[in-house]
């Protein structure tokens, strides 16, 4: 997240609090898995605030690596894959849970290319413009085709639900994924996944709404 430390750690604990509500309300099997969205956002938060620290205090410089490493797990490895999972295991049309199984298929294949990359080529945290600027190795250099390559199974899946509000999440992911690319560009890494994690209030109100009815 931009800013500091303090505010990454202070972002984590709101969502902290709004994931075990939402996990708290669920009390459905198949929304397990998005309900549990927001605590995951509470961790990447968390760890992006010890990122924080290792690229601002001379004396943790030597741990950089490791909270590097882990924001960008969350953010390139996990988030493919747990989006349109959590969105194929809540639906409950069949014709559209055929169309959903493409993109978790995708998401998978992403995060197995993603965690590769990871693995075996360079990454670098580091500021620029107040913001924690991500340099990601990867094999080849297309900026533009990543984006929507990562952008298909992280958002489209929530326009294809037939839960309506998860469109209302969709929106708001899009909305940001457009801003930080045009504004943000060189920290859209950190700077998306935290307006992202700001919208779990959305995820709160879609399992309340869940346990009142089987249609939102």
């Not at 978790?104 to 294949?109: P, R, S, V, Y």
């Amino acid at each position: 997240m931009c800013i500091s430390a303090g505010a990454s750690f202070g972002a984590s604990a709101v969502l902290l609090v709004t994931g075990a509500i939402a996990l708290k309300k669920n009390k459905s099997r198949s929304a397990l898995v998005f309900s549990s969205i927001p605590m995951l956002f509470a961790i990447q938060q968390f760890i992006e605030g010890f990122v924080w620290m290792t690229l601002t205090n001379p004396n943790y410089s030597s741990m950089q690596k490791y909270p590097t490493y882990g924001f960008l797990f969350f953010a390139l490895v996990v988030w493919p894959t747990i989006v349109p999972l959590s969105v194929y295991i809540l639906e409950q049309n069949l014709k559209l849970k055929k169309i959903l199984r493409i993109f978790l298929i995708m998401g998978i294949t992403l995060s197995v290319f993603m965690i590769i990359t990871l693995l075996f080529y360079n990454v670098k945290a580091s500021i620029l413009t107040f913001h924690i600027h991500y340099d990601v190795e990867y094999p080849w250099e297309l900026p533009f085709f990543k984006g929507i390559v990562y952008f298909i199974p992280t958002a489209v899946p929530l326009f294809i639900s037939s839960v309506k509000r998860i469109k209302i999440f969709g929106a708001a992911i899009l909305l940001s994924f457009l801003v930080t690319n045009i504004y943000f560009r060189e920290n859209n890494v950190s700077i998306w996944c935290f307006f992202a994690a700001l919208f779990s209030a959305i995820i709160l109100s879609i399992v309340w709404k869940l346990n009142k009815t089987e249609k939102v």
